[in-house]
């Protein structure tokens, strides 16, 4: 059987319902809420968190700058905690620049959300000043209008010093540089000068040399010319053609002739060195010469001499074949320039000895004798012109020119003249040449 009144039952239950489904939704919006606020809760965590142990100084503060809130590391900037920074003035702790700059700053924030890398320097409570990197934002309020400032504040006085360690060597190495430069400049107008005085001498000496030169040219010239007219009167005399000589007027005749002979060696000998010191080229023969056929008649060329000193003269050739590439005549001056200086610095009762041999580049020819020797520290001054060693109780004769002519000589031949000595025992004077193949 159906029941009369179904929809009056329906209105009851859901009128009974209704509490219910209220409670069941309060508890649903509670437990929510309540989710919510955890969650707010570990977010302001995390945020207190990321404020407190953030490694640059963190502040609140109000539109005045009045701190609010300080992390750990403002505390330690400003070497005071939290609790006695709270209230406190932020530009107080600023230097003087930095607080008339403060409020200028803070207004250029109205157009923008923050402003970055204000460097400005710190003055904490105990300790020296510090220079900090700072950067500012605007917190607003929940009427959106301004409620604060967000200040990151980091010490950059490592960054600062390392700044200054390295202008500080830009600077010294600029004091350098500019040191160095103006020393390299004054260096150089030094080294300008004697250039410039290098050159001016070298031309002195050229003009000096060249006049010499002409000189000597001259002066030998003026000479030689009356020479061959008392040699023309000597011939005369010497064939009798106005009468006999008796014997002290032979005698006579024979030191004029000597004296003439020596003057004229004497003058080719200036002119031969006024040529070379002129620059002009040696005119020279140069073609392969058998050494022993120069040397063999050395001995009659200076016979004479080594006989009046009594004077034992020894010519030895290893290898008579032995060929040079040389003017035979100015090999045979060079030896005779040898020769001579070894006769006249030998002792009566002496040594001289011409010899020969092969050397594996040259063909080595010396000259050796049994004098008293050159001194080591005269070796090469004998080279120069116009130098002299006297010979002990002997007048000192010649010009000085026979060995730097000698050397020339050789030196032009492609060869070479050196000598070595000791002192007291004797000298050697060795004269190489270029090998040639044949004669």
């Not at 059987?1 to 509490?19: V, W, Y």
Request: aromatic share 6%; net charge neutral; hydrophobic share 40%.
């Amino acid at each position: 059987m159906m029941d009369p009144h179904p929809q009056q039952q329906s209105t009851i239950a859901d009128a009974r319902e209704a509490p219910r489904k209220r409670l069941d939704t309060n508890v649903l919006q509670y437990k929510e809420l309540l989710a919510s606020r955890d969650a707010i809760d570990r977010e302001r965590q995390k945020y207190l968190e990321l404020f407190q142990f953030a490694p640059d100084a963190c502040f609140l503060t109000d539109s005045r700058g009045i701190i609010r809130e300080a992390n750990v590391a403002a505390s330690q900037l400003l070497g005071l905690s939290d609790r006695f920074l709270t209230g406190k003035m932020l530009p107080g702790f600023f230097e003087e620049s930095a607080r008339r700059a403060y409020r200028h700053r803070l207004d250029q924030l109205r157009g923008s959300e923050g402003s970055d890398d204000w460097e400005i320097r710190l003055h904490p409570r105990s300790g020296t000043p510090t220079d900090v990197s700072v950067s500012v934002a605007r917190v607003a309020a929940r009427n959106k209008n301004l409620g604060g400032y967000r200040w990151v504040v980091r010490d950059i006085s490592k960054r600062k010093q390392a700044e200054n360690a390295v202008r500080e060597l830009n600077r010294d190495l600029e004091l350098r540089v500019a040191s160095r430069t103006t020393q390299l400049a004054a260096a150089n107008r030094i080294k300008d000068q004697l250039l410039a005085s290098e050159r001016s001498a070298r031309e002195e000496a050229e003009v000096s040399n060249r006049i010499k030169s002409d000189f000597l040219a001259l002066l030998s010239h003026e000479f030689r010319t009356p020479l061959q007219a008392i040699f023309g009167y000597t011939e005369l005399l010497e064939r009798e053609i106005h009468g006999p000589l008796n014997e002290p007027q032979r005698r006579y005749l024979e030191r004029i002739q000597q004296s003439q002979q020596h003057l004229l060696g004497l003058i080719t000998t200036i002119l031969d060195f006024a040529k070379l010191e002129s620059g002009q080229s040696i005119d020279l023969a140069l073609h392969p010469t058998l050494v022993h056929e120069v040397l063999v008649h050395m001995e009659g060329l200076v016979g004479a001499q080594v006989e009046e000193k009594e004077l034992n003269y020894i010519y030895r050739c290893v290898d008579s074949s032995l060929v040079a590439n040389a003017d035979a005549a100015k090999m045979q001056q060079i030896l005779l320039n040898l020769l001579a200086n070894a006769i006249k610095f030998t002792e009566r009762g002496g040594s001289i000895t011409l010899e020969c041999e092969l050397e594996p580049e040259a063909v080595a020819i010396r000259v050796i004798d049994t004098g008293k020797g050159i001194p080591a520290d005269k070796l090469e001054a004998i080279f120069q012109p116009f130098v002299q060693l006297k010979a002990r109780g002997a007048v000192s004769t010649g010009t000085g020119l026979g060995l730097p002519i000698s050397r020339r000589l050789a030196s032009a031949m492609g060869g070479s003249l050196e000598a070595t000595s000791e002192f007291g025992k004797g000298s050697t004077f060795t004269l190489r040449l270029q090998r040639a193949t044949q004669a």
